[in-house]
């Protein structure tokens, strides 16, 4: 099934609209694309969703490309898969530039001007207290996020290592200093070893 252009403006508002309230990153708006994509749409599914974070997070480079490749996959499906030959592959690129330029522009324009304003009035008490308010609130989009993931594992009573891994990551992440990347290994090669 192609989308018809209702469904690509739709996508594009709705990730244009997250956009807005990705603060600390794409990532932390990821629970609500999952709601949009997989549950609401049915453009992707399950595995789709959170394949394309974790091959996003693995690979170097900016950490919103996991929106890049949902909307790859989102086009791809639309397309018939990657057996749908060239109208498929074009729709999987369009799918990128619709989801890339709608996760992106409104967030630099806003992030540019407020950042100009925010500097030029940053002695100002209301900017200061904006700045430190903030923090909770992305740290509470983070850990909704990382909860998507770690539960959409269709087995959750035989994936319990992975629910005590992060149980574990997350208290050393909070009560100690090791660096992140060395966590990031730790999980890599339990992850390796089949452990999790």
Known sequence: MVPAPVNWLDLFSHFASLSLLAVGGAITTAP????????????????????SIALSQAAPGPNVLFVALLGWNVGLNA??????????WALAMLGVLVTMVA???????????????????RDLRSVRAFKTGMA??????????????????????????????TAVVTLLV????????????????LGALGLV
């Not at 397309?79 to 498929?88: K, Q, R, V, W, Y």
């Not at 996760?103 to 009035?121: D, E, K």
């Not at 594992?153 to 035989?158: I, K, Q």
């Open 136 to 165: 909770p609130i992305v740290i509470a989009l983070l850990i909704a996020t990382g909860w998507l993931l770690t539960g959409s594992h269709d087995h959750p009573a035989r994936d319990w290592p992975l629910w005590l891994l």
């Open 174 to 189: 909070w009560r100690t200093k090791i660096h992140l990347l060395w966590m990031i290994g730790a999980g890599g090669a």
């Open 32 to 51: 609500d694309m999952h709601r949009y994509l997989v549950h609401q749409n049915a453009w992707l599914t399950d595995a789709q969703f959170s394949a």
């Open 79 to 88: 397309g018939g898969g990657p057996g749908g030959g060239a109208f498929a």
């Open 103 to 121: 996760i992106m522009l409104p967030s630099s324009v806003l992030t540019y001007t407020a950042t100009r304003w925010a500097h030029h009035n």
